[in-house]
Nanobody
Framework: QVPLVESGGGLVQPGGSLRLSCTAS????????IHWYRQAPGAQRELVAT???????KYADSVKGRFTISRDNAKKTCYLQMNSLQVEDTGLYLC??????WGQGTQVTVSS
């Protein structure tokens, strides 16, 4: 399996926004749910958002109303739009689907 490729992270001030991208290579992308996780230093990996193959979305309570997950099956890409970012959102963000290997993630740092 080919690893997913995450991008779009960076350093942003509290209240700012970022859009993360997750790109797959497999031909079955459109059939899989896609999950975004984040890993903060010293903490367990946390499931942040999921989008199913039919577009149904779920969010962790901590990000509801601030994050939006979406997908473009033609581009084999999943997006995570993050608004009103908080210091607590800092971490390594990784995406996952059952047809791919884990990628290296993209770092998000929220700091003033």
């Amino acid at each position: 399996q080919v690893p997913l490729v995450e991008s779009g992270g960076g350093l942003v001030q509290p209240g700012g926004s970022l859009r993360l991208s997750c790109t797959a290579s497999g031909s079955m992308f459109r059939f899989y749910p896609i999950h975004w996780y984040r890993q903060a230093p010293g903490a367990q990996r946390e499931l942040v958002a999921t989008i199913s193959s039919d577009g149904t979305t779920k969010y962790a309570d901590s990000v509801k109303g601030r994050f939006t997950i979406s997908r473009d099956n033609a581009k084999k890409t999943c997006y995570l739009q993050m608004n009103s970012l908080q210091v607590e959102d800092t971490g390594l963000y990784l995406c996952y689907d059952a047809g791919s290997d884990w990628g290296q993630g993209t770092q998000v740092t929220v700091s003033s």
